[in-house]
């Protein structure tokens, strides 16, 4: 079957670097993203890895492992209104294209 | 300002009603998703189209009939909903199916059905 896990909760402190990991077990796999949400908001995209490496986009940052089923997303230099939830999302190619959701991180940024 | 637009953005109704989501894109894009986010329970794919035609369905009951008449429109048919069905129901766009670097999510319609 095809399972994604993330830790539910993680707390960090303005200024610093915080590190999301996202494990993921899929056959057929075409893509993780990470998508950013605020309470009561819509999730807001932010990156999409189909290749090993590492992908940078300002303060944000996004490695993925096909081989070990790994993501993390790197936050750097933390802001308050980075607190929200992090959504890991795997797109595997069975039967047709599927997407699935891990249920998320919240981030706590404290002063 | 996201470029796609839901309506209506809250909806009661109960479970022997028929209603409509729509959604509305003003990207230009030819993918269109609906997911479904209920509490505490990760984000749910519904259905894709990808230039007018579906290219998924993950296992909706049938009580959801999606509706795409072209690449800027998307509907959600409900009938016969049950109460389990009450969700935060949100409408995605992205330039194409097979290249989902973008995609733009909707604010969302919040259902209640009772």
């Known amino acids: 079957g095809q399972n994604i896990d993330q830790p539910t909760e993680m707390t960090a402190t303005e200024g610093a670097i915080v590190q999301i990991n996202c494990t993921y077990q899929t056959s057929g796999f075409n893509g993780l993203f990470w998508y950013q949400q605020h309470a009561g908001e819509a999730p807001t995209f932010l990156s999409y890895?189909?290749?090993?490496g590492l992908e940078e986009k300002g303060r944000f940052s996004s490695f993925l492992s096909r081989s070990k089923g790994y993501s993390y997303l790197l936050l750097k230099e933390l802001q308050m209104k980075d607190s929200a939830s992090y959504l890991c999302?795997?797109?595997?190619?069975?039967?047709?294209?599927?997407?699935?959701f891990g249920a998320g991180t919240r981030l706590f940024v404290k002063a | 300002e996201t470029g796609v637009t839901q309506t209506p953005r809250h909806l009661v109704m109960g479970m022997t009603n028929k209603k409509s989501l729509k959604c509305e894109q003003h990207?230009?894009?030819?993918?269109m998703y609906w997911y479904k986010q209920s509490a505490k329970k990760p984000l749910e794919l519904m259905f894709v189209?990808?230039?007018?035609?579906?290219?998924e369905n993950n296992s909706v009951p049938s009580r959801f009939s999606p509706e795409c008449p072209n690449s800027s429109h998307l509907f959600l048919h409900l009938h016969t909903l049950q109460p389990e069905d009450s969700a935060l129901y949100l409408c995605?766009?992205?330039?194409?199916?097979?290249?989902?670097?973008?995609?733009?999510f909707g604010p969302g319609t919040r259902l209640l059905v009772l």
């Open positions: 999302a795997v797109r595997a190619l069975g039967g047709g294209f599927k997407t699935i």
């Open positions: 995605a766009s992205s330039p194409h199916r097979d290249r989902q670097e973008t995609q733009y």
């Open positions: 189209y990808n230039f007018k035609e579906q290219t």
């Open positions: 890895n189909v290749l090993d």
């Open positions: 990207l230009g894009h030819n993918a």
